[in-house]
């Protein structure tokens, strides 16, 4: 014996399944969307870590500088043009990563590194250089809210 269900409700059936499978595919788009995307605080981490990849490499410089001067452990003004060159890369990746920054933010930070490079060029006075290398870092570590060494951050 068959049951006769009315239009209505066959009707208001289809409307009750239609919305819940909208209302299910909403929450699993949302959760699926919301989950691929990175957070603000995760963006300003991985630039933060970029630029202290592009400081720590530069703060080895004074050593092998004077090295490089003496003639001593194999370095040269060749090596230390190459090592200026890959913090020169890691700071253009890190400025491009860095969207909240003006265009133009990193004229100060390559030109001190441009001063750097010249300066390893000519053979400057290796007090010289690691003045230049301490200024750079420092410009580098205000731009991108990095820690100093004279300011820890924050107490966690």
Do not use: C
């Not at 603000?40 to 720590?56: F, I, K, M, Y």
């Not at 491009?96 to 030109?111: H, Q």
Request: net charge negative; proline share 5%.
């Amino acid at each position: 014996m068959a049951l006769y269900v009315s239009a209505g409700t066959r009707r208001r059936r289809v409307v009750v399944v239609a919305t819940a499978a909208l209302l299910v595919g909403l929450v699993l788009g949302y959760v699926a969307g919301g989950a691929g995307s990175p957070s603000l605080s995760g963006e300003v981490n991985a630039v933060q870590a970029r630029a202290a990849q592009a400081t720590t490499a530069l703060e080895r410089l004074p050593i092998e500088y004077e090295q490089s001067l003496a003639g001593a452990g194999g370095e040269s003004a060749g090596t230390i043009l190459d090592a200026l060159d890959r913090v020169d890369v890691k700071l253009d990746e890190a400025y491009g990563a860095a969207i909240w920054l003006p265009e133009g933010s990193s004229s100060t930070t390559d030109a001190a590194l441009a001063d750097l490079a010249a300066a390893a060029a000519a053979g400057a006075p290796a007090a010289n250089f690691a003045e230049g290398v301490t200024s750079l870092a420092g410009q580098i570590a205000l731009t991108f809210a990095l820690p100093t060494p004279a300011s820890p951050g924050p107490a966690r």
